[in-house]
């Protein structure tokens, strides 16, 4: 059965200097790790094969080999040679159905069989317990003994050439252990107990491959979320092409209600873009010219005229679709410990039947007949393939959900490790607040008002690209101050800027550039020792012989903050903030956001000592940051976070986690569901264990005969296998009405006085 989605076995590197190619191939029928055993061991048998990785959600093997020693064709033809069909995979499209559909049209037709048999002897023995108890023979009752072989050979031709392989390789796994389950039963004379055996075994192989497709469907979800053809324009006008043919510098064009197709910057057009395919962010964006989009996010109102600075197979979507990939090949430490088990649980199980169905005979305590019997049930119900199923199918189901949530996590082992956090560490600047300043005051002096100050400094800075000359040409803007005509404009490198307005040469700048220019006076001295503070950068206008007055500008939290801080100490979360910057703005920024502690005024290793110190006093520790600057404490913590990272490719090739949104509270929900994970684990595992004690203990005295052991053994498995995709469908992450206002500013004082 199924034993997740992944399974490798890391190879030693190549040899230095030799090349190396790689091979994804499509196998058809692989969802199972019994499949993946013996096509690993002959594309191994493959001179030049270095390595062999699976992905049984997508029922590919993925091969790495020297190109100068083997070509794809001799993979192709070992695998075949295996008994596998299989072909290159050349996309991300469902494997034929044709094998599914004959493999379910004769299950269907092994079980109206074995119901024909069943309701016959009932007839015929006129009571409904002949039903229930079929006795079958050629002789006695023919026409139940005809269709139970056929129930057997129709459910049961699938299954011979995997026991075959797994008998010729002296590897025995379930489907050997099965098939020698219905042989024995056959032997014994007790078709119906063959033929139920066969069919039950049967319907669990089809209902669990059903299952692995349908969190292949939601892996492949994610990349359908790409439109696969392009609007592109060129000198001849407008044309259709594949997505994949778009090349770097094209323009495409989206209209509205259309998906964007390609990663690219907008240059003409205005509209709001639905981006929660990528981020989950539950607000659209609004796109003006210069603004990053990106594939599979959803225009809304305006066409946009897009240039393409990725190709599609490098997009972001891409990237998170393939990462999702290949992080189930990294197990979990539970799913390593049941794969260890397993490998030398079933030898054990098939050794302890034979002497169950030898020994007791032998010594007089049992009769041949009984002591078969029991040790086939024994077979049945020792299969390890809910326990196998019990941790990957819910880690699959857990990434997938999270990727589509905006949150990608880059191996399962992360999961446990999330699940574990005690602390988390928070960067301030870009995590806990904007990273962008605003205007937060304005405080003209006498003869001017607070709008003459700020038109005239937005009609200086409307030329400028420093950040805060475009906080201040945002605040007029917002305030709907139309600036002033500005001639003559000129920036001064560390100071500010300045332009003539109205023929009047004025400035706007640091308090440096006031005293330079020779105008500071006694009063505007005293508004910035009142008014500067470790919370604001202060900017003063002036005349060439006159100030104007002071902008007080500030970093601001993110509205969400305090809300996602409440929410992970409702989780029993210690949260603590690591920044560079001065003690008095950190503790203003707790202020606001409730953080339980601070750490201020730290260097980037700093920042790593103060994380390695947390993981010492309080546990596993998390690290939110942006993903590059705070590479050294990300790297320290036991799980790295990186926060905002759409676009960023270093930031999403290097950490952890990477949360796709510039929304705090993705966080929480993180960490609620890699608990959530968790929970389903254990209770798969104990679910699987404890089904197989209770059985064994019935098969042990007797009382339990085949076909109970592998509806036990079928439900088991269904069981660990529908909860543990109870995942796919997890709620994702909802704003509160508070995390839905504005960003607040930091307060104005450091030591909390009033505000002026």
Same mark, same amino acid.
């Given at each position: ?9 890391? *190879? ?80 991300? *499209? ?19 069989? %074995? ?39 129709? !459910? ?6 995997? #026991? ?48 692995? &497709? ?39 064009? +989206? ?47 305006? #066409? ?33 410990? +049941? ?20 020994? @007791? ?15 086939? +049930? ?21 990434? !997938? ?36 300043? #605003? ?58 800027? !300045? ?8 400035? %706007? ?28 950068? #202060? ?64 260097? @980037? ?17 998390? $690290? ?23 676009? !960023? ?32 684990? +254990? ?30 053994? $079928? ?9 543990? $995709? ?14 839905? &206002? ?15």
């Amino acid at each position: 059965m199924n034993e997740g989605p992944c399974c490798h076995r890391p *190879a030693a590197p190549p040899a230095g200097g030799r090349d190396v190619a790689s091979s994804e191939l499509r196998v058809e029928g692989l969802d199972c790790p019994n499949e993946a055993r013996p096509i690993r061991a002959a594309l191994l048998a493959v001179p030049g094969v270095h390595d062999v990785s699976f992905d049984l959600a997508m029922g590919t093997a993925t091969v790495t080999y020297d190109p100068r020693a083997a070509g794809e064709q001799d993979l192709l033809a070992a695998v075949e040679k295996a008994g596998f069909p299989v072909e290159p995979a050349g996309g991300p *499209a469902e494997p034929s159905r044709t094998y599914d559909l004959v493999r379910e049209a004769t299950l269907l037709s092994g079980v109206l069989l %074995v119901l024909a048999a069943m309701a016959y002897s009932a007839i015929a023995e006129r009571s409904l317990l002949a039903g229930l108890r079929v006795e079958a023979s050629p002789t006695h009752n023919a026409p139940a003994f005809w269709a139970l072989i056929g129930a057997i050979g129709l !459910t049961w031709w699938h299954i011979l050439p995997k #026991a075959w392989r797994s008998a010729r390789a002296l590897r025995p796994d379930l489907h050997l252990l099965m098939t020698i389950a219905v042989i024995g039963a056959i032997g014994l004379g007790e078709w119906f107990e063959a033929a139920t055996v066969a069919v039950l075994f049967g319907l669990a192989n089809t209902l669990e491959a059903w299952s692995t &497709k349908r969190v292949r469907s939601a892996v492949l979800a994610l990349v359908r979320q790409v439109p696969d053809r392009a609007r592109v324009r060129t000198d001849d006008g407008e044309i259709l092409v594949p997505a994949e043919r778009v090349v770097v510098g094209q323009r495409v064009l +989206v209209f509205p209600g259309e998906r964007i197709p390609v990663d690219g910057r907008v240059r003409t057009g205005q509209s709001h873009v639905d981006q929660s395919p990528i981020t989950g962010e539950s607000r659209p964006i609004e796109k003006a010219p210069g603004s990053e989009v990106f594939a599979g996010s959803i225009n809304q109102a305006g #066409a946009l005229e897009v240039e393409a600075t990725r190709r599609a197979s490098d997009s972001v979507m891409a990237q998170v679709a393939r990462l999702v990939r290949l992080g189930q090949a990294r197990k979990s430490h539970a799913e390593r410990l +049941v794969d260890r088990f397993a490998r030398y649980y079933t030898p054990v199980v098939l050794a302890g039947a034979v002497l169950i169905a030898v020994v @007791p005979p032998l010594l007089g305590l049992l009769a041949w007949q009984d002591a078969v019997m029991r040790a086939l +049930v024994l077979l049945v119900i020792s299969c390890p393939c809910a326990l196998v199923i019990s941790t990957p199918v819910a880690v699959v189901s857990a990434m !997938t959900a999270l990727a589509r949530g905006g949150a990608l996590v880059k191996a399962g082992r992360y999961l446990e490790v999330l699940a574990d956090v005690r602390v988390v560490a928070l960067d301030k600047t870009g995590t806990l607040t904007r990273g962008q300043p #605003a205007v937060d005051t304005v405080l003209p002096l006498p003869g001017y008002s607070r709008q003459d100050v700020l038109r005239i400094a937005a009609a200086i800075e409307a030329r400028s690209e420093h950040s805060l000359g475009r906080a201040i040409f945002r605040a007029a803007g917002d305030e709907g101050l139309a600036p002033a005509a500005c001639d003559d404009f000129a920036a001064l490198p560390g100071l500010g800027a !300045t332009g003539r307005i109205g023929g009047v040469r004025h400035f %706007v700048g640091s308090p440096r550039l006031l005293r330079e220019q020779g105008v500071a006076t006694a009063d505007i001295e005293e508004q910035l020792a009142r008014h500067e503070d470790c919370h604001h950068t #202060a900017m003063v206008v002036a005349t060439e012989g006159t100030p104007i007055g002071i902008i007080l500008a500030a970093d601001q939290v993110r509205p969400e903050a305090r809300e996602a801080v409440e929410r992970l100490e409702a989780l029993g979360m210690h949260t603590i903030m690591l920044t560079g910057d001065n003690t008095g703005t950190a503790r203003g920024v707790a202020a606001q956001t409730g953080v339980d502690d601070v750490r201020a005024e730290l260097l @980037p290793a700093g920042k790593a000592e103060a994380v390695a110190r947390l993981r010492d006093d309080r546990g596993t520790v998390a $690290m939110v940051g942006d993903g590059i600057n705070d590479a050294p404490a990300l790297a320290a913590a036991d799980v790295g976070i990186a926060m905002g990272t759409i676009g !960023t490719d270093v930031a999403i090739q290097t950490a952890d986690v990477a949360l796709m949104g510039d929304d705090l509270w993705h966080l929480p929900w993180l960490l609620a569901h890699s608990r959530r994970t968790r929970r389903t684990i +254990v209770l798969n595992i104990a679910a699987a264990v404890g089904i197989k004690v209770v059985f064994l203990a019935l098969a042990a005295t007797g009382l339990a005969n085949l076909w109970m052991a592998i509806a036990a053994d $079928m439900g088991a498995s269904l069981a660990v296998t529908f909860n543990g $995709m109870r995942l796919l469908s997890a709620p994702l992450p909802v704003q509160t009405s508070r995390d839905r &206002k504005g960003a607040v500013n930091l307060p104005t004082s450091c030591a909390n006085e009033p505000r002026p």
